[in-house]
């Protein structure tokens, strides 16, 4: 499986001690899998779903100390035992894929925020485990980060969800703003405000967690400044482009890796 690509995961970055790489990608090759299984290709619903259940019982093998067959789940027994992380992060994030096959909208941003305790959160969770720095104080604070990169995340990809079929902003912040489910109504004054609305929650989030990068210690705490310093950029980057995110998709560049180092030093 390639590495490339899960927005929360900070998948064995040189900033994070080597030995610890190899569990950040197993418990990574886990989650990529797994999201892809709800998100990718051209499976019916009802094969993404058996894909997941398989994950699902593979994790059930894990807690009653069966044996599998999987060099996967082979692996990921080693992390979850040696690590103490709990078993129930993962039932947490195969809830949140399962969702994403059957539910395509959300009522109201509190069902947002649920199925982001399940698809976002635990990955952080899972992070400050390997660290062993998990007190109730540094999870509550990576819980509002990781939360935080998700609705950035969905921001971002308004209109690669809406291809899909998807909108994850509320239908009451819809209804509350004047603008149809449609999202016809991308310009003007009520989408603006609808989305400067979305990215001030998102960011009031992301800093009211953000005193945890400054709290972890050593390479953890840096690679947690850039993430936090990634996704306040990304949502700078909406504003600067008018919240016009059906033709300019905003996102990190190499060029604005100067400007990411300077951001996460000076915090």
Known sequence: MTISHYENFPVASWLLPAKIRPAVRTVYAFARSADDFADEGELSNEQRLELLNQYESELDNIELGNPSASALFMDLSKVIFEYQIPIQLFRDLLSAFK??????????????????????????????????????????????????????NFWQDVAIDLNKSRIYL???????????????????DAW???????????????????????????????????IVQGGLLILDKLEQVDFDVFDQRPTIKKTDAVKLAWRSLVM
Do not use: W
Request: aromatic letters at 8%; proline letters at 4%.
């Open 192 to 226: 603006r405000k609808l989305m400067q609305f979305e990215v001030n929650r998102a960011r009031d989030m992301m800093l009211q967690g953000s005193s945890l990068a400054l709290e972890l210690p050593g390479r953890f705490g840096y690679e947690l400044r850039m």
């Open 99 to 152: 969702q994403d096959v059957v539910t395509k909208r959300y009522a109201s941003f509190e069902s947002l925020q649920d199925y982001c305790r399940r698809s976002a959160n635990p990955v952080g969770r899972i992070m400050l485990h390997l660290f062993k720095q998990n007190t109730p104080s540094q999870e509550m604070r990576s819980d509002l980060i990781c939360t935080s990169l998700q609705l950035i």
């Open 170 to 188: 509320p239908l009451a912040d819809l209804q509350e703003f004047g603008i149809d489910e449609s999202l016809k109504m991308r310009s003007g």
